[in-house]
């Protein structure tokens, strides 16, 4: 006879930060699991049920392990290993609950779960007991280099992982004789472990990595850092001489001139997600980035490349210096926020790259996601139909041009997107396209304002034409304007129906 069926253990590793860097296979597991384990220092909050938020299901349990000590003192009898030690008993014993009830029970590990990983005191506790699986994942090692864009090692080098917690002497003797090194566990370490670096003769060419993959991403000479900034999920790199770009041949005297060119991406309105892949590699080969400031913000810094920044009255002088750089041999991005053929970079471009100087430089366009799209998805569908997009500032067009479009597509019935609607420079422009747009549609007409769509102040508004008060919108909105046929349904989704009323039976 065989005892009753009890669950089964998984070691989930995650990566290194970013979601989309999470196995296949281990969110597969997550979905699937019973129960969910994660742990955490006393503040509660979760790096690796962060990372796994995404690939969770309602209705899972959810097992919070929270470590009695991280980094300061205790008063148990044991000392920190016996708190520790007390803690990973009990957290395996409510783990061991789950396992005996049949629930199957995935512990969540940040990076890879046998690399520096908590998971590994619960395995040692519970693997002998209970079927297990242990799922790896893409290590901090690797997602670090991946951040620096310089490859480790190469042919018959050697890599070695150390501890930051060594004693900088032992470190430093490591560093001398390894062909490269990952030293982890930074934080309150850093201050030996860059003695370390120091002592060996190596930092002049070590790299400093922090939240590799993530949007806190940052990498610099570890030279250069203050150790005050330094949090825990951070680490030293040494890769091989062998792989240093500015020693390899393609930058001999014999190499060929290359030939630049300009790409124009468009980010999408805010979250990170909304870029496209294209626009995404895009950016990753690119030398140089061009663009405005806030937007330039939002493209994970590399070290390799070189940003130039910029106000966002200057597009033609912009424009310009992206094709000057192109011209000189160098792949240059300009960055634009959601598409950038929509008042945008892209025409910019475009115009100053018909001057004869440039008639020889490559321009291409990558779309991206619009502020129109990304509200109306919000919301449901209320650009179903026909629509046209205006926008009201009147910087580069006088106001009585806008005016008589509004009117014009008013007339037309069409659905409007409004952009730029009101700034501080110009706070009555969309009062008065609201008293415009009323002379021909009603007062009950659907109005949806989205602000900062994607962002983390993101905010949705489903009104009316009579109702929508213009004070409350700015430049980070974008303002929908039904037609006469947009409506909001019982479950309150806005949408503007394909067919048209008077269309012909089919």
Not at 395 to 413: G, I, Q
Not at 481 to 500: D, I, L
Request: contains cysteine; charged residues 25%; glycine residues 8%.
């Amino acid at each position: 006879m065989t005892g009753p069926r009890t669950g089964r253990l998984y070691g989930v590793g995650l990566g290194p930060g970013d979601p989309e860097l999470v196995t296949v296979k281990a969110a597969r597991l997550i979905a699937a699991a019973d129960v969910v384990a994660f742990h955490a220092a006393r503040h509660g909050r979760s790096v690796a049920r962060a990372v796994a938020a995404p690939y969770l299901r309602e209705g899972q349990v959810e097992e919070l392990l929270v470590y009695p000590v991280t980094t300061e003192t205790t008063d148990h009898p044991g000392g920190y290993q016996g708190a520790i030690d007390e803690f990973y008993e009990a957290a395996a014993a409510r783990l061991a609950a789950h396992l005996d009830a049949g629930r199957d029970v995935v512990v969540l590990a940040e990076g890879d779960p046998f690399f520096y990983g908590s998971y590994m005191h619960m395995h040692k506790r519970l693997a002998s007991r209970y079927p297990t699986e242990v799922v790896p994942g893409v290590t901090s090692v690797s997602g670090a280099a991946a951040a620096v864009g310089r490859p480790l090692v190469e042919r018959d080098e050697v890599l070695t992982v150390l501890p930051g917690t060594l004693p900088a002497e032992e470190l430093a003797e490591w560093l001398a004789t390894t062909d490269a090194a990952a030293v982890m566990k930074l934080g309150r370490t850093f201050g030996n472990v860059r003695e370390a670096f120091d002592a060996a003769g190596v930092l002049d060419r070590a790299l400093y990595v922090e939240r590799a993959s993530t949007d806190r991403q940052r990498t610099m000479p570890l030279a250069d850092v203050d150790p005050a900034t330094v949090p825990y999920f951070s680490l030293a790199l040494l890769p091989s001489p062998l792989t240093d770009p500015t020693a390899g041949p393609e930058r001999s005297g014999d190499a060929p001139p290359r030939t630049g060119g300009v790409v124009v991406v468009g980010l999408g309105p805010g979250d990170r997600c909304w870029t496209t892949p294209e626009a995404a590699e895009a950016l990753a080969a690119a030398d140089d980035l061009v663009g405005y400031g806030p937007y330039l913000d939002r493209v994970p810094a590399n070290p390799r490349q070189t940003r130039h920044p910029s106000d966002n009255r200057v597009e033609a002088e912009r424009a310009a210096h992206a094709l000057d750089l192109a011209r000189s041999g160098r792949r240059v991005a300009v960055v634009s926020s959601g598409d950038p053929g929509v008042f945008a970079m892209a025409a910019a471009v475009l115009e100053v790259a018909e001057r004869p100087e440039y008639r020889d430089v490559p321009v291409r366009v990558l779309p991206g996601l619009t502020a129109a799209q990304a509200v109306a998805a919000r919301v449901g569908a209320p650009l179903g139909h026909d629509f046209c997009v205006v926008s009201l500032s009147d910087v580069r067009k006088p106001w009585d041009v806008v005016v008589e479009r509004l009117r014009h597509a008013s007339a037309a019935d069409l659905v409007l997107a409004l952009y730029n609607p009101r700034s501080r420079a110009r706070p009555h422009q969309l009062a008065e396209a609201q008293q415009v747009l009323l002379e021909g549609r009603k007062p009950d007409t659907v109005v949806v304002v989205g602000r900062d769509v994607g962002g983390p102040e993101e905010s949705i508004r489903v009104t009316t034409l009579g109702e929508l008060d213009p004070q409350t919108v700015d430049m980070r909105c974008c303002v929908i304007v039904g037609s006469s046929q947009t409506r909001v349904s019982a479950t309150g989704a806005v949408y503007s129906p394909r067919t048209h009323p008077d269309a012909r039976p089919s």
